[in-house]
T-cell receptor
Framework: GAVVSQHPSRVICKSGTSVKIECRSL??????MFWYRQFPKQSLMLMAT?????????EQGVEKDKFLINHASLTLSTLTVTSAHPEDSSFYIC?????????????FGDGTRLSIL | QKEVEQNSGPLSVPEGAIASLNCTYS??????FFWYRQYSGKSPELIMS????GDKEDGRFTAQLNKASQYVSLLIRDSQPSDSATYLC??????????FGSGTKLNVKP
């Protein structure tokens, strides 16, 4: 079964709306989670690294005031796209590392398809 | 972003043939490398990981790593139509960050 749950899977909303996406690790504690964005026919671009109990680390060119990340517990990270505009429409995917040993290097959520009208 | 380069394809091979996917990376500090398969609209699935120079085989898949040339490849033997997908190469940097290539689209024709 899924070890990382991402919700919602699909969002369609009007321009100017803020959208929150949740990423939960279901059976392990994740001190670090990652947020990616993928535009059509392009690769996953790392947006930020979410660190439990501290500020997220953003990649160059990603606006931290636009993409708010909160990692308040060892099993939950949230990404809020503030005042979303059509150019923010994309596929957002989170992942989490389970450092307890073995297995996958990172577990991906199922992604969130965000469409801003 | 660290550079991970792939040919976007599409790469078309007949069923039963060997598909060869290639990837180069720019940062010699990258420690580990991964091949993911991604179907349209879905999250990536891990196919192979490789950490040391040489070949690593797992079933129909063989990953090859050459750190001197900063080159990673994936061979798929006996390709099946179900292997048709986009294959993403990823490099792990600084033990904690993953950077992905743009992916190679593979079409396996029946």
């Amino acid at each position: 079964g899924a070890v990382v749950s991402q919700h919602p899977s699909r969002v369609i909303c009007k321009s100017g709306t803020s959208v929150k996406i949740e990423c939960r690790s279901l059976d392990f504690q994740a001190t670090t989670m990652f947020w990616y964005r993928q535009f059509p026919k392009q690769s996953l671009m790392l947006m930020a690294t979410s660190n439990e109990g501290s500020k997220a680390t953003y990649e160059q060119g990603v606006e931290k005031d636009k993409f708010l990340i909160n990692h308040a517990s060892l099993t939950l990270s949230t990404l809020t796209v503030t005042s979303a505009h059509p150019e923010d429409s994309s596929f957002y995917i989170c992942s989490a590392r389970d450092l307890s040993g073995g297995g996958q290097p990172q577990h991906f959520g199922d992604g969130t398809r965000l469409s801003i009208l | 972003q660290k550079e991970v380069e792939q040919n976007s394809g599409p790469l078309s091979v007949p069923e039963g043939a060997i598909a060869s996917l290639n990837c180069t990376y720019s940062d010699r500090g990258s420690q580990s490398f991964f091949w993911y398969r991604q179907y349209s609209g879905k999250s990536p699935e891990l196919i192979m990981s490789i950490y040391s120079n040489g070949d690593k085989e797992d079933g129909r898949f063989t990953a090859q790593l050459n750190k001197a040339s900063q080159y990673v490849s994936l061979l798929i033997r006996d390709s099946q139509p179900s292997d048709s997908a986009t294959y993403l190469c990823a490099a792990l940097y600084n033990f904690n960050k993953f950077y992905f290539g743009s992916g190679t689209k593979l079409n396996v024709k029946p």
